[in-house]
């Protein structure tokens, strides 16, 4: 008895001060290539999934498609005890806002809240988007399975929730499906309106945009690296806080990057595999996606995607000329590819949801001191925190120190001019929010 009480604190005192959790690991495992495959399949054989599409008929169309969709979200809340509110969103976009828009038209987002215990106002958003088109962005009859681009993203989102609705988080997640994507962005722009409108705390959103492919126009095959698009300081920044970067630095840590650093840092350590590749931009080049909308009213949020796309397999018609097969069909999917990138979404979400929101005031001071100085603004429910600092030309936080439960710390012998700073809050299960770069200076 004694040793078994032994046994228990020392397995206590590890999980305690555990780099890792276990749980973390089991939900990379529980994510099932098959399932994706069977989703990405149904959301296929809907024909076309195209914005302007049939919304009637039960199986052709973006009506039939949506309704699916939740449909899907409402077994997975049946199977954990009503755990998800399932709901839809929807804006009518009106006729002529844009040349892709030639008719009035409902778009339609399916959300599916898990919430939080702690912070029930909170979310962390995985997206994936419902809508598909061909090459003539206008053409919403012809076959459009927009397998990768972006059922992909859909079923990837389907199955986080499959996944993560056997567990209890803090904070919420939010699952989420957008339509009118490949029209304008639209279905991002209405929900993420409405969401500024309700005061919602977002920490991040998630957008899952073609996840599956893994055979590049470049001809380079990788089944390992993916991409982390992130714009470096937010939109809404104002005049002021514009010219404080001048002097005290933030070029390169808005609040989307850091949550990109997460992502990095995270798929790291749990899944090092993997070759998670952050751009330092807000997307492809002059091209769009639906974190977007988000990034513009001031939420963070990043793209995640694979890292070689193929212009042959997305926004194509379904044809063969000169030997190559165009169009994004299901033969072009790899599902365990999906699977992976699914699981770096899960990954994350449940990291997220069970750390405690991050310090929201940071000072700094040290000019001209062998001496750097941090004071954060205290969070309920964290245990302590930590510290981290960079070089300033390095993409990742690469020095830390965990300083406990205090509101202020002065690393001594670090000089301020030659790194860049930031703090994050440690619950008392270990995990971690996101770091956050220093808004205030301590004169
Ligand atoms: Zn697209």
Redesign the pocket.
Known sequence: MKKLQAITLFLLVGFLNAQTDQRIYDIIEAVSAERIKNDISTLAGFGTRHTLSDTVSTTRGIGAARRWIKKEFDIISKSCDNCLEVTSQKDLVKSGINQRITKDTWVVNVVAIQRGEKYPNRYIIMSG?ID??VSDPNDFTSNSP?AN??ASGMAGTLEAARVLSNYQFESSIMYLGLSG??QGLFGGQGFAKQAKEKGWEIIGVFNN??IGNIKGVDGIISNTDFRIFSEPVPPTETEEERKMRRFYGGEVDGTSRQLARYVHKNVLTYMPEMNPMMIYRLDRFGRG?HHRPFNDLGFAGIRIMEAHENYTQ??QDIRIEDGISYGDVLEHVNFNYAKKLTAVNAINLASLAWSPPAPNEIGIGGIVAPAVTLQWSEVSGAKGYKIYWRETTSPTWDHSRYVGDVTAFTLEGIVIDNYFFGVSAVGENGFESVVVFPNKIIK
Request: aromatic share 0%; glycine share 16%.
């Open positions: 988007d598909s088109r927009g681009d972006n994507e490949e945009d073609m996606g997305q926004h």
